[in-house]
């Protein structure tokens, strides 16, 4: 099974600090992704990334930067972190070279973010 | 812009009633389709996905969905629900030749109770 595995489940972290959410994947998938999860708005798509250090904007990519050195792995960098960024942080990966197709995506189980 | 839309936020059943959840969709080309859930406590999942071919498509533990290309909707269907059905469902769009990512719907919360 493909396994997709972020390091936190619980986080909490003080207004201004910087955060980094780590993601790895080991199916040597190409794409891979990191989405927030708030109540009532869904999924929605902060950044992507198809291949080593390339990135992607998503939809809400401000306040975020990412990081992807290596093919298994993709950092979600908060650098200053704020209240309004408080949510669930999920990682997912999938295996087709581009976006098109087949976006079965695999997720990690999440890093719920608290910011104070 | 693309856009999906799941207008039941959160849907009550007994055990045995049927399911239907609702999926719309806003993009007038070649899509791809997906429900995924998300059981307590546990990641995403895909449940079932529709690229071409019978519009009907099977998915795991008994569900269904029905992609409508004249009504944009790929609605989730499911016969008879049990008490592990409770979960968190969402509907997810590929639009091809617009922004060609998935795009995710708000969820749908599903509780089934005995």
């Known amino acids: 099974d493909v396994k997709v595995t972020q390091s936190s489940r619980y986080l909490v972290k003080r207004t201004g600090e910087k955060v980094f959410l780590e993601c790895v994947q080991d199916m040597d998938h190409e794409n891979m992704f990191w989405y927030r999860q708030d109540p009532g708005l869904g999924l929605r798509l902060i950044y992507f990334s198809y291949d080593v250090k390339m990135k992607e904007k998503g939809d809400i990519p401000e306040g975020y930067s990412v990081s992807r050195e290596k093919k298994e792995r993709f950092s979600l960098i908060l650098e200053s972190a704020s209240t309004n960024q408080t949510s669930m942080y999920l990682c997912?990966?999938?295996?087709?070279?581009?976006?098109?197709?087949?976006?079965?995506?695999?997720f990690g189980s999440g890093t719920q973010l608290s910011v104070l | 812009a693309q856009s999906v839309s799941q207008h039941n936020h959160h849907v009550i059943l007994s055990e045995a009633a049927s399911l239907e959840l609702g999926c719309n969709y806003s993009y007038g080309g070649t899509v791809n389709l997906f429900w995924y859930v998300q059981y307590p406590g546990q990641h995403l999942q895909l449940l079932l996905k529709y690229f071409s071919g019978d519009p009907l498509v099977k998915g795991i533990k008994g569900f269904e969905a029905e992609f409508i290309k004249s009504k944009f909707s790929f609605n989730l269907r499911k016969p008879s629900v049990q008490w592990s059905d409770t979960a968190e469902y969402f509907c997810a769009v590929t639009a091809f030749g617009n922004t060609d990512k998935l795009i995710f719907g708000t969820g749908t919360r599903l509780q089934v109770f005995p």
């Open positions: 997912a990966s999938s295996f087709e070279g581009g976006l098109l197709g087949n976006e079965k995506l695999f």
